[in-house]
């Protein structure tokens, strides 16, 4: 019975508590239960508790059954109602009892709600939940219709890339787990039941797989041996955007920890026809902790023979001009940002417990030592019908939205620097920047900055047009914001145009199943030609339009204290 009493600590966060539902369960110490056994458990209780909430009130269950809190009855409901096991405790135990012998009432009632809301079967209801996890209108998008799909906040599927170093082809996915049937839609594996086993082949990026948001990808085969990277689909866009190869020279990348971006880089390069050579990829990390999961991450790859880690070594501190930099043609900059895009798989978990009638007393939970804990946390509960732990919080107001203001500045600014700084290796004739943020501070605006900026006009630089991107880059439909690059830089209707198609965007929760994200190329040749030199006229003077980072402006010891986000963390 510890698992109920273990998993109830964990469905309401105190305010000591924090992070995601999975770091709070798996950074716990001392649990008897299995933490991946709580983490389930929690997730989808939280999942249903629309549903069970209503069920467990309607039932009057608390009321009879005083010694039962909001969150162990819900747990409880849960695994007595949907879990094919059932209750994991003994049929003796006094939690279970309590629970179970009011079965018939509340499946009756659990039958009722369904069949209001126009499900026609558990099964259905379930698969509904899912699309709608993470939704705090989920409750009432299900009591205005079973199917709506309007205005719908999509599940996030896994996305898995297949290790081209290590397996030939995508199709090798299936010989490893031939129990999954291939789909020609992603809409088919993001509304796939609970436990459906298909998946669906990226058309963007070669080699990207796409599997149900609940896959465990720890249990597919080819994880362990490292023959798959879990990498979200948007966080593949920067390599195979840059699109480097052989001839290019080595490539860069500045910002590199966790590994992901460098060893697709490496796949790209060998599929180019890229010869093991030690030389060919470098990899910067500042941080000598996050290099070391960098080198595990190329090793378990298979890559170390292709690539080269700086531990340690700071990006802006390399000089462009001397050996081995000044040979590097291609460069990856995804530097750390304020990580507004970022998709936690349960960061949007939300609970809604169910309440006591308004005649009922707080406190009426058990005082009994070992249920201390939970009575603490779900005494100041029982009044508030529903809770969201998400991590992101409300949406800022007041002081937060002049200490975001002030963050984004001194992020865009610190963005700025570094792709300058990349604008002035001699030999680079590729550069990709992107960010894992919805801000335009942090994208388009430190574009266009570095586009008017002097280093971009010295040295030729200028944005890779959406015709000229591979394919897949080509046809993917969501581009810069235009009315953002209209305020930023009013003046050649043609050129900004221009600018917002060369730019890619990346929504959250969406139908396409990435994370928010943005990235754009810059190229030059080597007569210096382009159209930077042609943005001298874009405002008319060298004036900084507003919300346009200015180098000036950046606090370095404030960057220091908070260093933001890699879309991998």
Known sequence: MSLYYEAATFVVPTQEQSGSLKSRVFNSKD????????????????????????????????????????SISLLLVHDLLLSKSGIAAPASHPLRVAVTKHKARLSAELTKIRIKRGFASVDELRTHLTRTAGDHAAEKSLEDTARSSKAKRWPHPRWVRMNTLKVSQTDRFRTLNPDYEVVKSLGEVLSAASGKKVLYMDEHVPNLVALPPNTDVSKLNGYGNGLFIVQDKASCFPAYLLDPRPEDGPCLDACAAPGNKTTHLVAILQGHGLKASKSQVWACERDRARAEILKKMIHLVGCDDMVSVKAGQDFLQLDPHKPPWNAVGSLLLDPSCSGSGMIDRDESIGVTLPSRRSDEKDGTVSRKRKRKAISDIE????????????????????????????RLKALSAFQLRLLLHSFRFPNARKISYSTCSIHAQENEHVVIAALKSEEAKEHGWRLLRRDEQVEGMKSWHRRGDIKVCREVSPGDHSLREDITEACIRCEASTEEGTQGFFVAAFSRTLDNSGYASELAGLNGDRNEPSGVPELAAVDIMALEEWEGFSDSE
């Not at 939280?46 to 467990?56: D, G, N």
């Not at 107001?397 to 203001?405: A, I, R, Y």
């Open 379 to 406: 005494k100041k509960s029982n009044n508030e019908e529903k809770i969201d732990t998400s991590e992101q919080g409300p949406s800022p107001s007041g002081n937060e939205d002049v200490q975001l203001s002030s």
């Open 31 to 70: 649990l008897k239960s299995q933490p991946k056994q709580i983490y389930a458990l929690v997730a989808e209780a939280s999942k249903w508790s629309p549903i069970l909430s209503e069920v467990i009130t309607q039932s009057k269950l608390l009321q009879q059954e005083r010694k039962l809190s909001p």
